[in-house]
């Protein structure tokens, strides 16, 4: 598909609608479209994101403010007609051959009123270029709507009834609507006198791989084994090795599986080095994650690499789990409940001496040889109660970027 997406300015300029434009055109680059951004300040921030610069796009141009300053009176001047009259022309030959259009803001703001009419003109007739070119309509469009200048208090004095104030409150013929929030589609809906329903909500999201400041040997983990899907993730950053009683990690996640069917597991380390014996573990391990139904579930680093684990790719797990799970029939020490403290992890681990010195009175104790299913139902009881896990939880499944375009920008594009 060819995505154009609109806004005042684009990256590298710092800002809410900005940063969400960014997000927007990358992701819709890398699930395939052909993807162009027209801003009036910017620069290329994606090499798959073709930047088109058109200097009275700008919020901030000479020409458009001279136009404002009169707007904001309520003169419709001639030189308002003039400008609307040339985006549209600059506009129409950009959006030639294209599939979708998408808005930001410049249809809910007063920031750039011509630029507003501009695309209202279009979306309402046969644009000559692009029936010359393509003999095709103009392209499905959508307005996102971050903010609205009608319900905002600060822009009341710079707006009028008519034309063109008239276009932030109209819902334009043919055209999808989009709110960032459920306040916004509220407020959306009265405005313009829709029903909810006829409002598309999209929220902004969070880039967890850039927040946390992932390696990119994590990414590709993450990727690989969907972790995102993950809830809870379980970590257990441990060489596999009898000692380890790994096998008692898969039998609480079969379990806990039974509460929280997204759980998952992920073990961190490499086959113990020294006992040839523990490749035959690991054959018994992998008997005992096919008979649990864990394939998918339970994660081995050591059947995707080979290669030591750095310190950073370890920390990286600390930081997306949301459990230090530490089943071991003996430590000498056990530097990961230390390690889940600075991540603030809460620690599920054998009750044996080393471990019980650490943890204190902070961590969540288990007999190395209990009952799977009560020790899956303590994590129970602790997750189910802690509002920590379940905002983590929430923005993971609904608010990571992934998330967002995988369930509401997709449909969108191909409805």
């Known amino acids: 598909m060819k995505i154009i997406l609109i806004h005042y300015s684009a990256p ?3 800002g809410g609608v900005e940063g969400v434009l960014q997000h927007h055109s990358s992701l819709m680059a890398s699930d395939g479209h052909e993807v162009k951004v027209i801003a009036g300040r910017g620069a290329q921030f994606d090499p ?4 088109i610069h058109l200097p009275l796009v700008d919020s901030r141009h000479s020409q458009v403010l001279s136009v404002k ?7 419709v001047s001639a030189g308002f007609k003039e400008l609307t009259a040339g985006m549209e022309r600059e506009l129409s030959a950009h959006l030639a051959d294209t599939d979708f259009v998408i808005a930001h803001n410049v249809c809910s703001l007063n920031k750039n009123l011509a630029l507003t009419a501009a695309l209202f003109n279009l979306s309402r007739r046969d644009d000559p270029s692009i029936a010359k070119h393509s003999q095709r309509h103009m392209p499905r469009m959508a ?3 971050h903010d609205l200048a009608w319900t905002t208090p600060r822009y009341q004095d710079e707006l009028h009834p008519g034309h063109p104030w008239d276009l932030l409150k109209t819902a334009w013929p043919g055209a999808a609507q989009v709110a960032v929030s459920e306040m916004r589609a509220d407020e959306l809906a009265t405005l313009m006198k829709l029903e909810k329903s006829q409002i598309t909500v999209i929220p902004n999201g969070v880039d967890m791989e850039e927040f946390f400041k992932l390696e990119e040997e994590t990414r590709s983990y993450i990727k690989q084994l969907d972790l995102m899907r993950a809830s809870p993730l379980l970590l257990l950053p441990v060489r596999i090795t009898p000692r380890k009683n790994i096998e008692f990690a898969l039998k609480v996640l079969s379990a806990l599986r039974a509460r929280f069917p997204a759980a998952q597991v992920v073990v961190t380390g490499p086959l113990g080095p020294h006992n040839p014996a523990n490749v035959e573990y690991f054959e018994r391990l992998h008997t005992l994650r096919a008979e649990l139904g864990l394939a998918n579930a339970f994660h081995f680093l050591a059947e995707l690499t080979d290669a030591y684990l750095p310190d950073a790719v370890i920390s990286d797990f600390y930081q997306l789990a949301d459990v230090l799970f ?3 029939h003996e430590e000498g020490f056990g530097i990961p409940i230390l390690e889940a403290g600075f991540a603030r992890l ?3 681990c054998s009750d044996i001496p080393p471990l019980r010195s650490l943890g204190g009175e902070f961590a969540n104790y288990f007999s190395p040889e209990a009952d799977p299913e009560h020790v899956a139902e303590a994590i129970v009881n602790h997750l189910s109660t802690s509002r920590i896990f379940g905002l983590r939880a929430s923005v993971r499944s609904q608010y990571t970027w992934e998330q967002v375009y995988r369930t509401r920008i997709v449909p969108l594009l191909n409805a």
């Open 69 to 75: 300053r009169e707007l904001d009176k309520g003169i």
């Open 346 to 348: 809460p620690v599920f």
């Open 48 to 51: 798959r994101v073709q930047f």
């Open 143 to 145: 307005l996102w709507h």
């Open 326 to 328: 530490f089943p071991s």
């Open 12 to 14: 590298p300029i710092v």
